[in-house]
């Protein structure tokens, strides 16, 4: 390819595209070509929108080059696409009608405007693929706990810092008893991560089920492994969470392993939710005997269960007719959400009437 003369290569150009592919770890051929592209873009402007311009860049010096693929023809009605055969045989020797001859056309500014155009893309393209490392690290975190450090509150919602980014805390998403101090760190559940032209949107909660789950999975090494299953958490945010467990070992106590020695390892789930209370309940696949089991604290003394209708009619001894149903009804609501069941409780005396 004859290069004109007023083309002496772009060195610096290359040398910063090789420390930003080092530094930033973006591809130098994808800058080249979002550059040629944009070029490309510009060109076309000035030719009126051609299809048959291209913009060349070597790889090697920078240097930019600027072509007109022309049609040659008998007679030219369109200057810019084509070339008379005459023309074409004193040019491009050995041309015939039919052909297509590449022209140079590059401007005498063009070094001027492909070094602000470059600037222009490369700038563009580092915050892109910024973006882009950043949501596809953030994308595994979703649905999974992280850890952040409380920055300010303001306006009901709390700015945490999750590393490289922040996030929000909403006031939909926080628990009521809970306050953070700034440079507080705090464990928040990841319940989406969403792309958006400012970079990843991390939502994160408080008070999410999940949270009690991850947490959880986090302490207990039996649950790593998969000896131990949580089969399901209901949670009233703050105050208490039920949470079912089940051992694929019939050597392994599922309750004993969440407990963990001297209750490290519930207390330590505990403490991470600023002491809201958690009861851990006996998963099984017989529904009243599940049921029986997340009422506890309460006894039960009979569990009669329609499982079409989901609804479960208990029985508990008059005296533990109110620890049952709970607090403003609490215990029997986390139950019944528990087991998936519509829990009816009565006193043994009611239930003779």
Same mark, same amino acid.
């Given at each position: ?11 610096e150009?290359?040398?910063?595209l ?9 591809s130098? +051929?994808?800058l080249?070509e979002a550059?040629?592209n !944009? /070029?490309?873009? *510009?060109?076309?402007?000035?030719? %009126?929108? &051609? ?8 790889r ?8 007109l693929?022309k049609?040659?023809?008998? +007679? ?6 084509q070339m !008379? /055969?005459?023309? *074409?045989e004193?040019?491009?020797? %050995?041309? &015939?009608l039919?052909?297509?001859?590449s ?8 070094g001027r ?6 600037k ?10 910024e ?10 975190k ?16 709390y ?29 928040f559940y ?7 032209p400012?970079?990843p949107?991390?939502i ?6 999940e ?16 000896v ?16 079912a ?7 392994v ?6 407990v ?5 390892r519930v207390n ?13 309940i ?25 499982e079409?209708?989901?609804t479960?009619a208990?029985v508990v ?20 959400r ?7 409780i009565?006193?043994?005396?009611q239930?003779?009437?």
């Open positions: 390819m004859k290069k004109t003369a007023t083309q002496k290569g772009n060195p150009l290359i040398q910063a090789n420390e930003i592919e080092k530094e930033k770890d973006i130098k +051929e994808i080249l550059i040629e !944009s /070029l490309l873009a *510009a060109c076309r402007n000035q030719y %009126g929108k &051609s299809d048959n311009v291209r913009v060349c860049l070597d090697e010096t920078g240097e930019f080059h600027v072509f693929d049609l040659v023809v008998e +007679e030219v009605e369109d200057e810019i696409m !008379s /055969l005459t023309e *074409a004193v040019k491009y020797p %050995g041309s &015939s039919g052909d297509t001859v022209v140079e056309a590059t401007p005498k500014n063009f405007i492909a070094a602000q155009k470059a222009q893309v490369v700038v563009q393209r580092i915050r892109e693929e973006r882009k490392v950043l949501y596809d690290q953030y994308y595994t979703a649905k999974d706990i992280v850890t952040g450090t409380i920055q300010r509150y303001n306006n009901g919602v700015n945490v810092n999750l590393g490289k980014i922040d996030a929000i805390l909403t006031t939909q998403e926080q628990v009521e008893t809970e306050e953070f101090e700034p440079r507080e760190r705090v464990k990841v319940t989406e991560v969403k792309d958006s400012r970079g949107r991390i994160i909660s408080r008070t999410h089920p949270l009690v789950k991850r947490l959880f999975e986090a302490e207990v090494a039996e649950i790593q492994s998969g131990v299953e949580i089969k399901n958490v209901s949670r009233e945010a703050g105050s208490r969470s039920k949470i467990v089940y051992s694929n070992d019939e050597n106590d599922a309750i004993g392993a969440c963990g020695q001297n209750g490290a330590a789930v505990v403490d991470e939710l600023r002491g809201e209370k958690i009861d851990i006996e998963w099984d696949e017989d529904p009243a005997i599940f049921i029986e089991h997340a009422l506890s604290p309460s006894r039960v003394v009979s569990v009669d269960v329609d079409e209708e989901k479960a208990v001894p008059d005296y533990q007719l109110s620890l049952a149903i709970g607090k403003e009804g609490q215990n029997a609501r986390l139950a019944a528990l087991t998936g069941y519509k829990i009816d009565k006193s043994e005396t239930s003779e009437e």
